[in-house]
C-alpha cells in the first residue's frame, strides 16, 4: 500500500507520509509482517536523509459485536438497588465489546474513469470512494466499517457515535505535464478542512498527498474526503485497479 | 475533569466489597478507556516564521480538560500519573513560498523529535504539511509542541480551514 508519492528536484529533502489500516491476521513465523519501503525513480541511488521511522499500533480485532453506544460507565448500584444481569452485561460486557472494537471505517477508489477537476484554491472537490463496505482482507486494498456509516449516494461517512476521531485522506491523481499545486483535506458536514497543499512538479507518476487530522464529531456528522488541484485542466483520480498509490480514507474512533 | 489511569484491579478472596470499591475496579478504569486524554488546538493568529524551526504558539485550545497548554512554554504537557504512549498530530501552514520547503515536526522538551512530513512550497498558495507519530510521555513532566520548519522567513496561515493544528491522545500505558 502506498502513502504520499511527491515530485523532487527542488533543492530539499522531499518528506512523504504513508498512512494505512490493515488487517493482519496471520500470526507466527510464517504470519503477516509489515514493512517501510521507500521508492524513488530518479534512476541511481538516493541517500535517506532525517530519521524515516515507522510506527503500528493494534486497533481492533478481526471481527467483532458492532453497532453498540459509547460506555457510559455507570456508577455501581448502592442497596437497596442490586446488580442485575443487565446492568453487568452494560457496564462490563457491552463496554468491553465496544472498546476492543471501535467504529473504524476504511474505503477506497477502486474505479479508473472519475477526475479531480481544476479548481481555484481553496475549492477542491469530492474524492470518490467506490469500495467502501467490504470486510477486511489482509491482502491490502480492501475496505472495512463494521458500523455501516458509509452512503455511497452522497460520498461520504457518518458518525454513528459521538467521540474524537482520527480521520486520513489520500488524494492520489495521475501523472500529468503541469505543475500544479495538490491539496488534500476532508469535508465535515460539508465545511472542508485543508490539512496537505504543496507544489507538485511535472511527472510521469501519479502523485499523492495524505492529510490527517483528529477532529470531535457528534453522531450523524458527515466525513468526505477532499481534494484540490489547480493544473489547469481535470486530472484522473488514481484507484486501486490501476496503481497502488490511490485514494482512500480512514477513520478511527479514539475517545469519547 | 479528573479521570485516572486506569488501575488493574484486584479481587482479594474473603473481601466484602462496597460500592464504591467497585467503582473504583470498574467504573473508573473504563470511563479512563473510553474517555483518555484528549489535547486539541489550532492557530488562528498571525506569527512570522522565520528561516528554520519555529515552535507555533496554538491561541484557540479546542480541547484541553486536563489544563495541560502552556502559553508560555507554548507546549502541552501530560496530566500527572498519566504516563504511557501517546499518538501525536501536528500539521503546519504557511503562506506562499516560492520554491521553498515546509517540515511538520513534533517538538519534545525543547527538541525536535520527529520530522513528521515535508512540502515543496508554492510562491502562490499557502502550503501545508502534516503528519503523526506515537511519543512516550511522563505525565506532569514532559512537554509536546508543534514545530513548523520552513527554508526561508514566511508566516502561518490563519485562513480558517488551512491553519496550524495539533492533536494529542493517550493510547496505552
Known amino acids: 500500500m502506498f502513502g504520499e508519492q511527491v515530485g523532487g528536484g527542488s533543492g530539499f529533502n522531499p518528506g512523504p507520509s504513508c498512512a494505512d489500516l490493515v488487517l493482519l491476521q496471520n500470526t507466527g513465523p510464517a504470519g503477516d509482517y509489515v514493512q517501510l519501503i521507500a521508492r524513488q525513480d530518479t534512476g541511481s541511488a538516493v541517500s535517506t ?27 455501581w448500584p448502592v442497596p437497596p438497588a442490586y446488580v442485575t444481569s443487565s446492568f453487568l452485561n452494560s457496564s462490563i460486557r457491552d463496554a468491553i465489546r465496544y472498546l476492543t472494537y471501535p467504529p473504524v471505517f476504511r474505503g477506497y477508489y477502486q474505479g479508473s474513469g472519475n477526475t479531480l477537476a481544476s479548481t481555484t484554491w481553496p475549492a477542491g472537490a469530492a474524492v470518490p470512494l467506490d469500495t467502501a463496505n467490504g470486510a477486511g482482507s489482509s491482502s491490502g486494498g480492501s475496505s472495512l466499517d463494521p458500523y455501516a456509516g458509509w452512503n455511497a449516494a452522497g460520498n461520504y461517512w457518518q458518525a454513528p457515535v459521538a467521540g474524537v476521531y482520527s480521520v486520513y485522506v489520500q488524494a492520489a491523481l495521475a501523472a500529468t505535464a503541469s505543475a500544479y499545486q495538490l491539496g488534500a483535506g476532508f469535508a465535515v458536514n460539508g465545511t472542508t478542512q485543508w490539512l496537505r497543499s504543496s507544489f507538485q512538479p511535472a511527472s ?15 453522531a450523524g456528522d458527515q466525513v468526505q474526503a477532499r481534494g484540490f488541484q489547480n493544473s ?7 484507484g486501486s485497479g490501476t496503481n497502488p498509490c490511490y485514494a482512500k480514507m480512514i477513520i478511527i474512533w479514539e475517545a469519547a | 475533569m479528573s479521570l485516572q489511569p486506569p488501575e488493574v484491579p484486584v479481587f482479594t478472596a474473603g473481601s466484602d ?79 506562499a513560498l516560492s520554491g521553498g520547503r515546509l517540515l511538520s515536526v513534533i517538538g519534545l522538551n525543547g527538541s525536535t523529535l520527529y520530522q513528521l512530513n515535508g512540502a515543496w512550497t508554492n510562491g502562490s498558495l499557502p502550503n501545508g504539511a502534516c503528519g503523526e507519530a506515537p511519543v512516550q510521555l511522563i505525565g506532569g513532566q514532559d512537554q509536546v509542541s508543534g514545530i513548523a520548519w520552513v527554508s526561508a522567513a514566511s508566516s502561518v496561515s490563519t485562513t480558517t480551514g488551512q491553519q496550524c493544528t495539533m492533536e494529542i491522545t493517550w493510547d496505552g500505558n
Open chain 1, 49 to 75: 536523509a532525517g530519521n524515516p521511522f515507522m510506527s503500528v499500533r493494534w486497533v481492533a480485532p478481526v471481527s467483532g459485536v458492532s453497532g453498540l453506544a459509547v460506555p457510559v460507565n455507570a456508577a
Open chain 1, 204 to 218: 510521469t507518476s501519479p502523485r499523492a498527498q495524505l492529510a490527517m487530522r483528529k477532529v470531535r464529531l457528534s
Open chain 1, 232 to 238: 489547469g485542466s481535470a486530472l484522473s483520480l488514481v
Open chain 2, 17 to 95: 466489597p462496597l460500592p464504591a470499591d467497585f467503582n473504583r475496579w470498574v467504573q473508573a478504569p473504563f470511563a479512563a478507556l473510553t474517555g483518555k486524554v484528549v489535547f486539541r488546538a489550532a492557530k488562528t493568529n498571525a506569527q512570522s516564521l522565520s528561516s528554520g524551526y519555529n515552535t507555533v504558539a496554538f491561541n484557540s485550545i479546542i480541547e484541553d480538560p486536563y489544563g495541560g497548554w502552556s502559553s508560555v512554554a507554548n507546549a502541552w504537557v501530560p496530566p500527572a500519573a498519566w504516563n504511557g504512549t501517546y499518538v501525536v498530530k501536528v500539521g503546519v501552514w504557511c503562506a
